[in-house]
């Protein structure tokens, strides 16, 4: 029987245990994004907190409780728990740390823990400990008093609290927003496991991505099985690779690095993607996030407003695997009537003397019609913005812009790729205001070509593989 998870991320009625007021951060969030269920709060210390009575015991409620959070000293959760159970609670989350990761008093605590919920009638099931819990924007849900309450397509299982939390923030700055996201910590109980089966059926989750520190031993097969049936992208960034990283991971969460030749398994006979960062992680949930088309190839066009800048980044695309080919005699034929006479249409494409005119659609349309790429990526630095074109050369940034984005429009019309490459700037302003006017339209914005370029090549692998699998 599945585990109905409604009531953990769309709960009607909350308790805190260790409420207190210079400690609010489990507390504000439900204020933040107004929260319309029950909340109770659980303090041996505080009589109210921020206008909301506070209680001794969790029988001090007549309502039942759907979500408990944990934010007391150790040597108490095992009570807690115990109240919980009695209570009928469904779900607890442990936010408390010192258990298994720190020494065996705490692995003796957490193995009691496990005795008293799987006792029948089973139950509450747990999350963590040692963990941040669980941030659902459509359930007021929120470890991050700041988070947006803005919802999106992005599911999140991570075994880092700290990492999780970045990674809203890097989704929020960067144009994608969250569906669900799980910060598991140690796992005693519901594990990545649990959470992968119920983002693959949410039908508000189209993206999942994975931080993982470790398995246990025999979850290896069965993480294999459950990724083979998953129909939507599921991207894994897998910590503790190093030996120095499997002995972080074993004092952060306790857990043990699963073996590297596990991990290289999973991926070969699932469409599961690796990455090796969080900014990886991020462009890839970015890419997803912002188009549902799948390039069938590497070849990209690289269109670029400089060219020194062009040559240095064909060579980090050609080193990444990604192929920008020449263009066909027909093409350049074709282009030629578009650029002025002294220069010679190629791939890479250089448009200073192109770009400002409305000839630049004809650009876009002869690689939207052509079969020879899959992908556009466009470098546009953030000095296109700057004020002085409008003050010295009476040219609107706006003019420019608009013209990329509705060539945009026209390779999305044909079915392809279209991303945007915007270092980081001086002109800080101005490259917000380039990154909003493109993420408005649909198109992604990426620091560098490099990234652009390596998000197309993992979408590309990850449409060869679900053709291999069917």
């Not at 599961?272 to 997803?288: C, G, K, N, R, Y």
């Not at 093409?331 to 192109?354: A, C, H, S």
């Amino acid at each position: 029987m599945e585990l109905d998870f409604s009531p953990l991320f769309y709960p009607k009625s909350v308790a805190v245990y260790g409420a207190k007021e210079k400690r609010a951060g489990y507390i504000t969030p439900f204020q933040e994004f107004d929260y319309q269920g029950k909340l109770f709060l659980i303090s041996d210390t505080e009589d109210e907190i921020f206008g909301l009575k506070c209680y001794k015991s969790i029988f001090d409620f007549p309502d039942p409780i759907d979500f408990v959070i944990i934010a007391i000293r150790r040597e108490y959760v095992l009570q807690a728990i115990k109240d919980c159970k009695t209570k009928g609670v469904k779900f607890v989350h442990i936010f408390t740390a010192g258990f298994s990761e720190k020494d065996s008093e705490g692995k003796e605590i957490e193995d009691k823990i496990l005795e008293v919920i799987n006792k029948e009638p089973r139950g509450p099931r747990i999350i963590g400990p040692n963990c941040m819990g669980l941030y659902s924007p459509e359930g007021k849900l929120s470890f991050g008093p700041s988070f947006s309450r803005e919802s999106g397509p992005v599911g999140v299982i991570s075994q880092s609290g700290a990492l999780a939390y970045r990674f809203v923030y890097d989704g929020m700055y960067r144009g994608f927003r969250f569906s669900k996201l799980i910060s598991l910590g140690n796992s005693i109980d519901l594990s990545i496991l649990d959470f992968l089966k119920y983002l693959n059926q949410d039908p508000k989750t189209k993206i999942i991505c994975i931080y993982s520190e470790g398995l246990p031993l025999n979850m290896g097969k069965s993480l294999l099985n459950i990724l083979k049936n998953v129909k939507k992208p599921v991207i894994i960034l897998k910590g503790g690779v190093s030996e120095v990283g499997k002995r972080a991971a074993k004092s952060h969460t306790g857990s043990i690095a699963s073996d590297l030749n596990v991990w290289n398994s999973i991926f070969k006979q699932t469409s599961a993607i690796p990455v090796d960062s969080l900014t990886e992680l991020a462009d890839l949930a970015l890419a997803f996030s912002y188009s549902d088309i799948l390039p069938t190839s590497k070849k990209i066009a690289l269109m670029s407003f400089s060219g020194g800048t062009s040559v240095v980044q064909s060579d980090l695309c050609s080193k990444l695997g990604i192929e920008i080919p020449q263009f066909t005699k027909q093409i350049r034929e074709e282009m030629r009537k578009y650029f002025p006479p002294w220069v010679e249409p190629q791939n890479p494409l250089d448009l200073p003397g192109t770009f400002r005119k409305p000839r630049m659609l004809d650009i876009y349309r002869s690689l939207a019609q052509s079969d020879f790429v899959d992908s556009v990526i466009i470098q546009a630095p953030a000095r296109l913005a700057d004020p002085y074109w409008l003050k010295i050369r009476q040219r609107n940034p706006n003019t420019v812009l608009k013209y990329l984005t509705d060539g945009g429009e026209i390779l999305r019309e044909h079915k392809k790729l279209y991303f945007v490459s915007c270092p980081p700037s001086y002109f800080y302003q101005q490259r917000e205001m380039i990154k909003e006017h493109f993420q408005t339209r649909g198109f992604p914005v990426f620091f560098s070509v490099y990234d652009a370029g390596r998000a197309i090549l993992k979408m590309n692998q990850y449409y060869l593989k679900q053709i291999k699998l069917a």
